[in-house]
């Protein structure tokens, strides 16, 4: 590993810790989901849930079209996905986009692999564990924020739109 890698690499080794200073903005709860932005192919895309329990970043197949990406983009997926209920899922197939994840003045900016999926959902994107790895981030149900650190060793705090999230639960 050469010493540019190493430093890049500790300076993503910080602490991601969640205060009573994080509540401040929370209205109570019951479990809402954290729902987050990101900007991808220069647009702000809403509506993007963070779902730890998940093994694939996805897109749908509605913000693909949103985005006015080519369906010429897309690599051939052959594996299989499957939906909560246990259902396949048609995969379209998989492309990378670079993806930014910013709360006012910080921003990190990654390639996310995204599976495009044919099935209907409340949501734009799932950001699933790869990226959340990828990112080293944390995401606080309890606190309705996820953490990351920038390329710097800082820490990017990102707010999930809780009323947007208690919408989108009330339509699942």
Same mark, same amino acid.
């Given at each position: 590993? @050469?010493?540019?890698?190493?430093?890049?690499?500790?300076?993503?080794? %910080?602490?991601?810790?969640?205060?009573? *200073?994080?509540?401040?903005?929370?209205?109570?709860?019951?479990?809402?989901?954290?729902?987050? @932005?990101? %900007?991808?192919?220069?647009?702000?895309?809403?509506?993007? #849930? %963070?779902? +730890?329990? $998940?093994?694939?970043?996805?897109?749908?197949? *509605?913000?693909?079209?949103?985005? +006015?990406? $080519?369906? @010429? +983009?897309?690599?051939?997926?052959?594996?299989?996905? /499957?939906?909560?209920?246990?259902? +396949?899922?048609?995969?379209?197939?998989?492309?990378?986009?670079?993806?930014?994840?910013? /709360?006012? =003045?910080? $921003?990190?900016?990654?390639?996310?692999?995204?599976?495009?999926?044919? =099935?209907? $959902?409340?949501?734009?994107? #799932?950001?699933?564990?790869?990226? #959340?790895?990828?990112?080293? =981030?944390?995401?606080? *149900?309890?606190?309705? !924020?996820?953490? #990351?650190?920038?390329?710097?060793? !800082?820490?990017?705090?990102? !707010?999930? /739109?809780? !009323?947007?999230?208690?919408?989108?639960?009330?339509?699942?």
């Amino acid at each position: 590993m @050469s010493i540019e890698a190493q430093e890049a690499d500790e300076a993503l080794d %910080v602490n991601l810790v969640f205060t009573k *200073t994080d509540l401040r903005d929370v209205v109570p709860h019951n479990n809402d989901p954290v729902v987050i @932005s990101v %900007v991808t192919v220069g647009r702000k895309v809403h509506r993007v #849930l %963070v779902d +730890q329990g $998940s093994s694939a970043d996805v897109m749908f197949w *509605t913000t693909f079209n949103k985005l +006015q990406l $080519s369906p @010429s +983009q897309l690599r051939p997926y052959t594996g299989c996905l /499957y939906g909560f209920a246990g259902d +396949q899922v048609e995969v379209r197939g998989h492309l990378e986009l670079r993806t930014t994840f910013t /709360y006012g =003045a910080a $921003s990190r900016i990654e390639n996310i692999r995204y599976l495009v999926v044919n =099935a209907p $959902s409340a949501y734009n994107i #799932l950001l699933a564990r790869p990226t #959340l790895n990828r990112l080293r =981030a944390v995401a606080s *149900t309890r606190h309705m !924020k996820m953490k #990351l650190p920038d390329l710097g060793g !800082k820490v990017i705090t990102i !707010k999930s /739109y809780q !009323k947007e999230a208690k919408k989108l639960m009330e339509i699942k």
